[in-house]
């Protein structure tokens, strides 16, 4: 059974920061290439950050490099996107994934892999 739940969403001033957390079960977690996808009203899907939870390795959007950072809890199966230094271009609905980036065998690359696994969204606003 498929578990994702986000959280951590907000509202906030440009140049502030969110947490978010993403629980899964273990059986979900196992996926390997956990990560976020974001969404904005009338722009495309984007893949914003992944980790590989059998290792260390992580992958970051261009636009979100060195403001944004991807980490893990395997006890907890938790995979957390800590986001700083927030522009009004981050707003969207930020979509937890479980095997939806693409598996290089011990790192994720962008891509979406069909069968994957997402959860249900939370939204991010950030006011200039």
């Known amino acids: 059974q498929v578990r994702l739940e986000e959280s951590g969403g907000g509202s906030v001033q440009a140049g502030g920061s969110l947490r978010l957390s993403c629980l899964a079960n273990?059986?979900?977690?196992?996926?390997?290439?956990m990560g976020w996808f974001r969404q904005a009203p009338g722009k495309e899907r984007e893949g914003v950050a992944a980790i590989y939870t059998g290792g260390t390795s992580t992958y970051y959007v261009d636009s979100v490099k060195g403001r944004f950072t991807i980490s893990q809890d395997n006890d907890r199966s938790t995979v957390y996107l800590q986001m700083n230094s927030l522009k009004p271009e981050d707003t969207a609905m930020y979509y937890c994934?479980?095997?939806?980036?693409?598996?290089?065998?011990?790192?994720?690359?962008?891509?979406?892999?069909?069968?994957?696994?997402w959860g249900r969204g939370t939204q991010v606003t950030v006011s200039s």
């Open positions: 273990a059986w979900t977690y196992s996926r390997n290439c």
């Open positions: 994934t479980a095997g939806v980036f693409l598996n290089g065998g011990d790192y994720c690359y962008p891509g979406v892999t069909q069968g994957g696994y």
